[in-house]
C-alpha cells in the first residue's frame, strides 16, 4: 500500500471505532519522495481518498492536492523536533481530551503508567498549555516539548504522537485513550500503576 492508502485506512478505523469524529482529527506521513501527505482541511477521517490528500514539504510549502488540514503548522513542528519520525497523528478522542480539561493533572506527566504497554509505547506524556484552535503559536511550545516527548497531550483539545511510522503512531495513540479511560474509570480509587523502575525498563527495550 502507498502512504496515501495508508492515511485512508487509517482514518476510516479512527473514525469507525470512535477515536475521531465529525470533521475532527488529523493525520501526516512522510512519502518515499520526502513530502509530507496529509489529510486536507475540512474532510471527515471517514471520507478521506488516496488521491485526495494534501502534500506539503517539510517546510510547508503547499506541493500538491487541496489546501492541508489547518494544523499542518503542529505537524510540522513535530517533525522538526523528531527527525527520525515517519508519521504524526492528532485526534480528538473523548477520554484523552477528558483527562486534558481536568484541573489538577501533573503538567509533566498528564497520565500514569498503569499498563505495560502504555509504558512501552507511550512513557511521559506532557499536557501542553491551551491555545485556540488553528493558534500558530502553539507550534513554538510544541516543537520544545516535542525534542524529548514523542506524544503530547493538548489542553482542552487532544492529543498527538509521532511515530516512527503510521502504525506506531496510532499504537502510542490508542494507548493514550484507553489509558485515560482507565485513569477515568479509576478516578478516586487506590491504584498500583506500574512502578517506575519497571517502567524505565520497558520503555528502553521497546524502544
Known sequence: MTVAED????????FRRGLTFGRTGNLSAIDA???????PTGVSLERLRA????????????????PPTKEAFLHLAIYRARPGAGAVVHTHSTHSVAVSCLRDIDSRNALPVLTAYYAMRV????????????DQSLAATAESVAVEHHALLLANHGPIVAGKDLTSAADALEEIEETAKLFLLLR????????DEEARRLS???R
Open 7 to 14: 492515511i485512508v485506512e487509517l482514518g476510516a478505523s479512527f
Open 33 to 39: 519522495d520526502g513530502t509530507i501527505v496529509m489529510t
Open 51 to 66: 488521491d485526495s490528500l494534501s502534500r506539503v514539504t517539510r517546510e510547508g510549502e503547499h506541493v500538491g492536492g487541496p
Open 123 to 134: 512513557g511521559r506524556l506532557p499536557l501542553l498549555p491551551y491555545f485556540a484552535p488553528g
Open 188 to 195: 478516586g480509587q487506590a491504584v498500583n500503576p506500574v512502578s
Open 204 to 206: 528502553d527495550q521497546y
